[in-house]
């Protein structure tokens, strides 16, 4: 079985709220934005053999007026149960609403975690405001997604991912699963340092071509992070067609594969471990 643990839903009601600068951005690096349907999804998981794939809601109303409801993530996982796997958005701004949304959503959506972008927030995510949410996402035993490194929103400040904050999360909620999205990069030495240290943190390779991957990082997948590594895609932005293709391409163990494409990913969300389909 092979797990994508990092997608966008890029419905035609998912991207209704996507501010036009987001827009610009995503323009610039990657040819245009349009939409994909659920069945543009599957095909796409179809056509590259992944098996189950992370949906994430978003939830940057406060700042950003961006949000993709939980409720849409939780109808594709609804349709589709045995391919989606639902991951919730909450904005910390709204306080104790955002507590009060995370356990709506797993609850009565049936949501299975939670992803945050800390620059569409304004808020690192070691900053006290994050803690209650936090508190409740260990309660409940869900993985936690977090952007970390570049990205290409106008306007948006890069300061607020940096992934050494994730070493306070990892100290202060020990039993909290923590998934550095997109290794940091252009910080990875950092990343991978907190990932290394810390037993509850992981890291994806969402949104990178394989064969664009820094080679340090390649490295620390066959060896010593070999057990801490997930398949991502971040699709729409990188085809998980292309994502397979090149990974196959690149210098990765047949025992670093199998580890980056479902032994990982299925610790961390909970899966069995032992299917191969």
């Given amino acids: 079985m092979v797990i994508d643990t990092h997608s966008q839903l890029w419905t035609k009601e998912a991207l209704a709220t996507l501010p036009e600068r987001m827009v610009r951005g995503y323009e610039k690096m990657f040819k245009g934005v349009r939409t994909f349907e659920l069945e ?10 992944v098996d189950k794939a992370v949906l994430v809601a978003v939830d940057a109303e406060t700042v950003w007026r961006y949000r993709v409801p939980n409720e849409l993530v939780a109808d594709a996982v609804r349709r589709y149960p045995d391919r989606f796997i639902g991951f919730a958005g909450v904005d910390p701004n709204k306080g104790i609403l955002a507590v009060d949304e995370l356990s709506r959503s797993v609850e009565v959506l049936g949501l299975s975690g939670v992803k945050f972008i800390p620059h569409l927030i304004n808020m690192t995510p070691n900053d006290p405001r994050m ?142 471990s032992h299917s191969n389909k």
Wanted: net charge negative.
């Fill in 40 to 49: 543009d999804i599957l095909l796409d998981m179809d056509q590259a053999g």
């Fill in 131 to 272: 803690y209650p949410i936090l508190e409740k996402a260990q309660e409940f035993g869900l993985p936690v997604l977090i952007h970390t490194g570049t990205h290409f929103h106008n306007g948006a400040r890069l300061k607020f991912c940096r992934p050494d904050t994730l070493d306070d999360l990892a100290i202060d909620f020990p039993e909290l699963k923590i998934i550095a999205a997109h290794f940091g990069f252009p910080w990875f030495y950092e990343a991978l340092a907190v990932v290394q240290k810390n037993a509850n943190v992981y890291f994806n390779i969402a949104g990178w071509a394989p064969r664009y991957i820094p080679e340090y990082v390649v490295r620390m997948m066959n060896g010593p992070l070999a057990g801490k590594a997930l398949l991502g895609s971040d699709f729409p932005l990188i085809s998980r067609t292309r994502l397979m293709r090149e990974l196959k391409e690149i210098e990765i163990s047949a025992d670093t594969f199998g580890k980056l494409t479902h032994e990982n990913p299925a610790k961390v969300l909970g899966l069995p």
